[in-house]
T-cell receptor, first 113, second 114 residues
């Protein structure tokens, strides 16, 4: 069935370092890949997304890359700050899947000052 | 533009009881999806509502049901609560049949079943 694997489950970096979170998906029909940042009391915020017709997308310190052949996509955060500390979820979806998002298990990112 | 809101924030119920959770979609959105997030896990798709009808369902039993109203708000009902139903319930709104695939989540309802 449809599945999204996310690694690592926890990630600790020093402020200013880069952080990379990787996901793989099983359904080759997936064509939309969002990333969410979840903080206690603040809900889940859509931070960046990418569609299957694009290989890379960047928004300030955040970038996402997609390798359709390998069915991998990754989140890259550069110049990390303590406020980047949160749980990050990747997800995969497509129009033919009715908009259903299949989520990874989450990565708890800790940025140490 | 108002965001997605959910009520209540927290809820404690006893096994066997029934619960209703509510969600107001973001203005301009016509579709609401519900997800269950167990502690330490990613959200799991329960079902989606579009034009007041269920439009897609995940691997959840029939005791999970929903409604969507003409103003696109939605309810999630769970009957015969079980201990394993304890989780964070998230709703997300989106604009179906557009080129916009984004789903925006509410803050969630934390349900505890004792």
């Amino acid at each position: 069935g449809e599945n999204v694997e996310q690694h690592p489950s926890t990630l600790s970096v020093q402020e200013g370092d880069s952080a990379v979170i990787k996901c793989t998906y099983s359904d080759s029909a997936s064509n939309y890949f969002p990333w969410y940042k979840q903080e206690l009391g603040k809900g889940s915020q859509l931070i960046i997304d990418i569609r299957s017709n694009v290989g890379e997308k960047k928004d300030q310190r955040i970038a996402v890359t997609l390798n359709k052949t390998a069915k991998h996509f990754s989140l890259h955060i550069t110049e990390t700050q303590p406020e980047d500390s949160a749980v990050y979820f990747c997800a995969a979806s497509g129009h033919n899947q009715g908009g259903k998002l299949i989520f990874g298990q989450g990565t708890e990112l800790s940025v140490k000052p | 533009e108002t965001g997605v809101t959910q009520s209540p924030t927290h809820l404690i119920k006893t096994r066997g009881q029934q619960v209703t959770l509510r969600c107001s979609s973001q203005s301009g959105h016509n579709t609401v999806s519900w997800y269950q997030q167990a502690l330490g896990q990613g959200p799991q798709f329960i079902f989606q509502y579009y034009r007041e009808e269920e439009n897609g369902r995940g691997n959840f039993p029939p005791r999970f049901s929903g409604l969507q109203f003409p103003n696109y708000s939605s309810e999630l009902n769970v009957n015969a609560l079980e201990l394993d139903d304890s989780a964070l319930y998230l709703c997300a709104s989106s604009l179906r049949f557009s080129q916009r695939l984004e789903q925006y989540f509410g803050p969630g309802t934390r349900l505890t079943v004792t």
